[in-house]
């Protein structure tokens, strides 16, 4: 398994750019509800794909750094949590919610490439979709001044040149 500082190198080599980041901080999440949410309307004994798909993620994010992947659950579950709620009280809705969602939290991350210049990282490496939640906490730790050992880690891959070719024409925070 590739560690955390190799994934966040990976993606932040094409996400460079700080609007480009900004549009993501409000583009991921709009499309993990989205996800959650449409996952939600299937309900088997109490139980969602929404459900299986947090705790699958949530183990995979504390493989790769248990502090992050501890602090990621927060917010992820209170996705979920609304989600369920919605799923559960208007399955109808959640459908064209979770569209909305999704339809919208793309395009605002595809104005961030636009903004920088670049493409998205997925279309080079889908898991890379998988990378973003802990990459945005990431970068928020790092701008508290928290995790300065894993932030140097990633600007010295960075630095490199690991990731040539990837985020063109940008000039790294790192």
């Known amino acids: 398994m590739r560690s955390l500082s190799d994934h966040m190198a990976s993606y932040g080599a094409y996400h460079r750019d700080p609007r480009n980041r900004a549009t993501h ?3 991921v999440p709009l499309i993990i509800f989205a996800l959650l949410l449409a996952l939600s309307v299937p309900r088997w004994e109490g139980l969602t794909p929404a459900m299986s798909l947090v705790a699958l993620g949530g183990v995979y994010y504390l493989m790769l750094d248990l502090r992050l992947g501890l602090a990621l659950l927060l917010p992820v579950l209170l996705l979920l949590w609304a989600a369920e709620a919605l799923a559960g009280w208007a399955p109808m809705l959640a459908w064209a919610v979770a569209a909305g969602c999704f339809i919208g939290g793309w395009a605002v991350q595809l104005l961030g490439h636009r903004l920088e210049g670049n493409r998205p990282a997925l279309l080079d490496n889908l898991f890379q979709a998988v990378i973003s939640p ?6 928020a730790a790092f701008a508290l001044g928290w995790r300065e050992e894993l932030r140097k880690q990633v600007a010295s891959r960075l630095r490199m040149g690991d990731f ?10 790192f």
């Open 134 to 139: 802990i990459f945005l906490l990431a970068e």
């Open 164 to 173: 040539a070719g990837a985020g063109r024409g940008c000039t790294s925070r």
């Open 25 to 27: 901080y409000v583009g």
